[in-house]
């Protein structure tokens, strides 16, 4: 069963709270419910999110302040930020929010439809991402191992050669030098193996 995707919703109010929760429900995904900027920043440190939904006027520090704090973060730098907050905002919140980093800045009473449609998008890109990296690993971890094994079977020849030199100490020079050629040889191939494995 695939892992689902945490949501991080950020308000100081419990009933916007409760409304986000009955809207995005049905995404069947992990929601996550905090009542300050503090909080988010706290639940980031833990946690990995799909997308924040965060309220811009909250007491303390607000959606703008916590969103700079999110966005200069290395490991919460690209989590995608939807701003909410009510209609009669300032009008130079929407480009505020914006500059602070936000992917979508949403005026309330939103339709409950649209926000879940974009959240839905967010979800989607975010699960597909975790997949790619996902499978880059899987691949990284046996390209290791071939490469691992390819280096255990030319360090088990060459110890198998030098074992040979070793002992041909007392045979004619003509037979030890053919010996010491066809180990050669053999490493030699070997290594060009290992170089075409790993180009």
């Known amino acids: 069963m695939p892992q689902k995707a ?12 409760i409304a986000l929760e009955a809207i995005l429900s049905s995404l069947n995904q992990e929601l996550i419910q905090v009542r300050s900027g503090e909080a988010a920043l706290k639940a980031l440190l833990s946690d990995e999110f799909a997308v924040i939904l ?18 200069n973060r290395a490991r919460t730098h690209d989590v995608p930020i939807i701003f909410l907050t009510a209609a009669g905002a300032e009008p130079d919140h929407a480009f505020r929010g914006y500059a602070a980093g936000a992917v979508d800045y949403i005026a309330k009473p939103f339709d409950p439809w649209v926000l879940r449609a974009k959240v839905a998008v967010f979800v989607d890109l975010y ?10 690993e899987l691949l990284r971890q046996q390209a290791e191992g071939s490469t691992g094994g ?14 040979s030199a070793a002992g041909l100490a007392s045979v004619p020079t003509v037979k030890t030098d053919a010996a010491l050629a066809d180990g050669l040889a053999q490493l030699d191939r070997s290594i060009g193996r290992l170089r075409d494995t790993l180009d």
């Open 6 to 17: 945490r949501i991080l919703l950020v308000d100081d109010r419990a009933e916007n709270l």
């Open 54 to 71: 965060l309220d811009v006027v909250m007491p303390g520090m607000d959606g703008f302040e916590t969103a700079a704090h999110i966005k």
């Open 127 to 136: 699960t597909k991402n975790r997949q790619l990296r996902e499978q880059s």
């Open 150 to 163: 390819l280096l255990a079977e030319l360090s088990r020849r060459l110890s198998a050669i030098e074992a």
